[in-house]
C-alpha cells in the first residue's frame, strides 16, 4: 500500500460564494455541471431546492408536506428520499419535462439514493436487512445487487462500478460490484472500520479507522492498488471523488469542542498535492465536487448555508 506526505497542506486560489441566505438549514448538497441541490427546511419539513450557477436561480423542486431530502443529480435528473407515503421511497425529477415521479414505493425503506447516467442505486429494507438495489432508467429494469443477510448501506456508482459499505464480517468493509461481469469484489479487509465510499471512473476512495483516526484512503479497481491519501492524526471523514480530485471534512484545524472548526480539504491525485479549500473558523462539511467547483454545507452563519468555491489556482505552502 502506498501513502503521502500531507502533514502540511497548501492553500488553493479561487473564489468562494454564499449561495443560500436564508436563515433556516440547507445541508446534503449534491452537484452535477452548474446544477446544485440541497436539502432545505425553510418551509419547516425539508424539501429539494436547486441553484443554477450560470443563471443565478434558485428553484423549489419539491413542495409536499411531508420530508423529502438527501438529493443527487446526473444531467437532467434530480433523485431524493421521500416520506410522502409513511415510509422512505425514491421519487425523481427530470428538469427537462418538470414533471416529478415515484420511482420506488415499496411498503418497506428505500434510502440514500445515488445516481450516474441512467442508473439509480440505494439502500433498501424490503428484505429484512439493508440491501443495495438499482433501477435502470432506459430499461425499466431494477436489480438486486446484494443478498447477504448482512446490512449493506452508502452505495455510490459509477458506470458499471456499484459501491457500498458492508458488514457482513462483522464489522463495516468496502465492497463493489461489476454490473457489467456481475461480480462482487471486497476491497478492504482490514479489522478496522472503513466508511461512506465513493467512486469515479475505477477508482474508489473511503474513511478508515486502521490508524486509530479516521483517514481517506484510495482503491484502484483496475490496478488493485491502494493509497492512503491523508496521514494527518486528526480525523478526515466523508471523501467525495470526481476526475483526480478528492474532498472530504477534515477535523485537523479543530477545537474538538462540540462546536468545533472543521475544514474542507482537497487531494490532487496527479501532483500528490493536498490542498485547504476553506479557512474559516466555523464548521465546514459534506464537500461534493464537480470538475473545478467544490460546494459544501456551511455554519459560519449559526444555521447552515450551501457555499461554493471554484479552483483557479494553487497558492504557496502555509
Known sequence: MASIDASIAQTIDGTEIQITSNRSDQYFPAIYDDIIVWTDVRYESSDIFLYNMTS??????????????????????????????GNWDIYIYNLTSEEESALITNEADQRVP????????????????????????????????????????????????????????GGWDIFVYDLSSREETQITANESIALYPDVYEDRVVWMDDRNYDQNIFMYNVSSEEEL???????????????????VWTD??????DILGNSDIYMYDIPTGEELQITTNEERQVYPAIYNDTVVWEDRRNLNADIYIFTITGQNSTQ
Request: charged share 30%; net charge negative; aromatic share 10%.
Open 251 to 256: 477535523e485537523r484545524n479543530s477545537n474538538w
Open 228 to 246: 492512503m491519501v491523508t496521514t494527518n492524526e486528526s480525523w478526515q471523514v466523508v471523501p467525495k471523488i470526481h476526475g483526480d480530485r478528492i
Open 56 to 85: 443565478g436561480e434558485e428553484l423549489q423542486i419539491t413542495s409536499n408536506e411531508s420530508e423529502e431530502r438527501v438529493p443527487d443529480i446526473y444531467g437532467d435528473i434530480i433523485v431524493w428520499e421521500d416520506w410522502r407515503n
Open 114 to 169: 445515488a445516481i450516474h447516467e441512467d442508473r439509480i442505486v440505494w439502500e433498501d429494507l424490503r428484505n429484512g436487512n439493508w440491501d443495495i438495489y438499482m433501477y435502470n432508467i432506459s430499461s425499466g429494469e431494477e436489480l438486486q445487487i446484494t443478498d447477504n443477510e448482512s446490512d449493506q448501506l452508502y452505495p455510490a456508482v459509477y458506470g458499471d462500478l456499484v459501491t457500498w459499505m458492508d458488514d457482513r464480517n
